[in-house]
């Protein structure tokens, strides 16, 4: 759930946190921590059209892996 603050919202990649956890490898034993490019490692970003286009193409993409 996406929570809403003034003129920002809780980046929905890092889920506010400002990095993401991802696989090291594609054997997925070591997770590494990334910066997260779509909040700049800020943890929310300003709401704006290219804002909430990129969260609504986050969730179609999420659906259609759901689907298939
Ligand atoms: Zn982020």
Avoid at 16 to 39: L, P, T, Y
Avoid at 51 to 60: F, Q
Wanted: charged content about 35%; proline content about 3%.
């Amino acid at each position: 759930m996406v929570t809403l603050t003034e003129g920002k919202l809780i980046c929905p990649k890092c889920y506010g946190n400002g990095f993401r956890r991802v696989w090291k490898d594609a054997d997925e034993k070591v997770m590494i921590e990334i910066d997260c490019a779509f909040c700049n490692n800020q943890g929310e970003v300003p709401i704006t059209k290219d804002t909430l286009r990129a969260i609504k193409e986050e969730n179609d993409e999420v659906t259609k892996k759901t689907k298939n």
